[in-house]
């Protein structure tokens, strides 16, 4: 499990159907070594902390074997390194087997995975193409998000070592399949909701699932 790319961008503004929109999902590959903070990369910046960045969102990761997924989806369209917004491009890791709360040592950093990522319309905007946001979350290729727990310097190269594990073994893939494929299994909502390393606004929303489930 390596990171193949460190991606950072500070916050720009782009015309967007006729509207000047601020976004930060324009990253491009860096040289590391590059220090990892509590809240983001040195060198990168979100937008709207509304709903991009903070704590539970603080590096977005994406895994390169989507790549060749979306090359294919996409024919003739160029999709370098950081397309989708990532800070780390990375190999050897996908949505269904990194499960909520997984601690990872990388660099001499340490990160917990923490929630999948929900595309917004900013995604249409990188892509130049709205239909990507729903082609995006259909695909179940979402990439995730990590927590820092300990702040270091990352590179490039640098391999994510699996240092601790949650017990309720609910996957990022299964964070994704409960909000929008099977919003009726309580079961796997109630197992969520269990989480501690589950940001709270989701926790939020499968309790609203659940009361709607159960009258």
């Avoid at 946001?133 to 995730?144: A, E, M, N, Q, V």
């Avoid at 702040?151 to 990022?172: F, K, Y």
Wanted: aromatic letters at 10%; a neutral charge; one cysteine or more.
């Amino acid at each position: 499990m390596t990171i193949v790319s460190l991606n950072v961008g500070l916050p720009r503004q782009v015309t967007w159907q006729g509207k000047l929109v601020t976004t930060g999902i324009f990253k491009e590959p860096v040289q590391g070594p590059v220090m990892l903070r509590t809240l983001n990369l040195e060198g990168d910046g979100q937008a709207d902390l509304k709903v991009h960045g903070g704590v539970d969102k603080a590096v977005y990761a994406y895994p390169s074997e989507h790549y060749g997924y979306w090359r294919g989806e996409l024919t003739g369209m160029t999709l370098p390194r950081g397309m989708f917004g990532e800070n780390f491009t990375i190999e050897g890791l996908l949505e269904d087997a990194v499960y909520v709360g997984d601690k990872f040592r990388v660099g001499e950093a340490e990160v917990v995975a923490t929630e999948p990522r929900m595309p917004c319309y900013k995604l249409g905007i990188k892509f130049g193409r709205p239909d990507i946001i729903k082609r995006f979350l259909d695909s179940r290729r979402t990439g995730f998000y990590f927590a820092v727990r300990r702040e270091g310097p990352v590179t490039a190269g640098d391999n994510l070592e699996l240092i601790g594990r949650e017990q309720q073994n609910v996957s990022v893939a299964d964070i994704t399949r409960l909000y929008a494929f099977e919003k009726d299994d309580l079961k796997g909502l109630h197992r969520a909701i269990e989480v501690e390393a589950l940001p709270e606004n989701w926790k939020g929303y499968f309790r609203h699932q659940i009361e709607k489930l159960t009258g």
